[in-house]
């Protein structure tokens, strides 16, 4: 298979030989994993993380191996999905920097790819590509639930700024993050759905004040952040002002693709099988009975059968949408797979892994199938909710009626909320 990049005079490379040079530059210049947790790396702190994260993504983009599906004009290699498939393969085992997968690669990028100005694209994708930048998300809100529209963080104008004020809520790794796209509501007057914008917010700069969410397994991975009057540029609007929902809507497309494994920005597995392989190799040597065990051979087929259903899924809708055949929403179908299975792979391994799941000694591996059970549902709740997925694969893919909603086409500042809003503002 030989397939041209889009950039100009650079000769093409046929697959077999771009994984054979790939093999050969990743084996010379990352670090083998060697057991390490692929995300964290041989990172030593959260700090070193971030460190370690930034250095090697430089590496990938010296060597040329940065944003091979994002466009050259923009840094990337402008290579079809085959090849980043090709890398995550050879890749396989090997440090990298994970941190920059979801959501600056797969979520936010593409993104500004679609909505971005060229001043916009030029500044901030090449500048993520060479592993400056990381993003985060500022979406939900602590009073919003899934109610991303009805927002309640606001941005007015005031000359060449806006000023932004409020709270956003569930930010992962916000305190490490350099720039967020923030959904802000700049129109009280008109529904909700058309009274917002996205905005580009430098992430550490005066009047933003950052907390930390401390999870059940111990960790701190979300974040609250609070808005006092912080002046974001006017030119660092996503789109045109009070269309923000048209941004958020493809955003959150970019999220569910993510989230599900089929993203052609992804720089690790696109779907759960590895999480099933993690549970092959963990029976052998750490489960009771191994694989003679009738019970725990019918576990590990159930999980090996509905991977295998996941992935094909995946690849099916993905396609389709690429060619037009299915609407971009369709990516709600692999989104809601996606999360469902999941929380059963974790069901499965703590079944397999029985009482060593629940209290192990420092250093048994099976210990972490019981912290991840315990934030098994966190899979159904991030990138959208299931029921969130579920009605728009009812509404936007089959068809069927609108539920019914009493704020739909009020005026926003006259919608009831569970928050004090600037009803009497300009």
């Known amino acids: 298979m030989t ?11 046929d697959l077999d030989a771009f994984r054979a040079r790939t093999k050969e530059w990743v084996t010379a210049n990352l670090e083998p994993l060697n057991g390490a947790d ?12 971030v460190v370690r994260a930034k250095t090697i993504q430089r590496k990938l983009w010296d060597a040329g191996f940065a944003g091979l599906c994002y466009p050259a004009e923009y840094g990337g290699q402008g290579l079809p999905v085959q090849y980043q498939d090709a ?4 890749t396989d085992g090997y440090e990298l920097p994970i941190l920059f997968n979801t959501p600056t690669f797969t979520i936010i990028l593409p993104t500004i790819l679609d909505y ?6 030029q500044r901030f994708i090449p500048a993520a590509l060479r592993g400056e930048e990381l993003w985060v998300q500022f979406l939900s809100e602590p009073t919003g639930g899934s109610d991303l529209a009805g927002a309640l963080t606001r941005a007015e104008r005031h000359g060449e700024v806006f000023l932004l004020n409020g709270s956003k809520i569930w930010s992962t790794y916000a305190w490490r993050s350099d720039y967020a796209l923030c959904v802000a509501r700049t129109d009280w007057d008109v529904p909700k759905h058309r009274g917002l914008s996205v905005l580009v917010v430098k992430v550490h700069q005066p009047g933003i004040t950052i907390t930390k969410i401390k999870h059940v397994d111990g960790t701190e991975d979300f974040c609250q952040e609070f808005f006092d009057d912080v002046p974001i540029p006017a030119d660092h609007v996503l789109g045109e002002v ?26 690790m597995p696109r779907t759960a099988q590895h999480e099933s ?3 092959d190799a963990m029976v052998p040597t750490q489960v009771s009975g191994g694989t003679d065990d009738p019970r725990v051979r019918q576990l590990i087929g159930e999980a090996r059968v509905l991977t295998r259903v996941h992935t094909a899924l995946v690849g099916r809708i993905g396609t389709s949408i ?10 709600s ?10 929380v059963r792979l974790a069901t499965i391994a703590l079944e397999l892994a029985g009482d060593r799941a629940v209290a192990w000694q420092d250093g048994d591996p099976v210990g972490e199938v019981g912290v991840a059970y315990l934030g098994r549902q966190g899979v159904c709740i991030g990138g959208g909710t299931t029921e969130i997925a579920r009605n728009i694969i009812s509404e936007r893919v089959l068809g069927m009626p609108r539920e019914r909603a009493e704020d739909f086409d009020r005026p926003f500042r006259d919608v009831r909320t569970n928050a004090t809003a600037p009803r009497n503002s300009a």
């Open 87 to 90: 890398f995550i393969e050879v």
């Open 3 to 13: 397939v041209a990049t889009t950039e100009p005079g650079r000769p093409p490379e």
């Open 38 to 49: 692929p995300y964290i790396g041989h990172a030593k702190d959260d700090a070193d993380h």
């Open 333 to 342: 179908i692999t989104r809601l797979s996606s999360g469902v299975l999941r």
């Open 242 to 267: 009070n269309d923000g929902w048209s941004v958020a809507s493809r955003l959150l497309s970019h999220e569910r693709a993510a989230m599900s494994g089929s993203s052609p920005y992804a720089m």
């Open 116 to 121: 971005g100005t060229e001043e916009q694209k």
């Open 322 to 331: 690429r060619t037009g055949r299915l609407p971009v929403a369709a990516g």
């Open 277 to 279: 392989a993690k549970l």
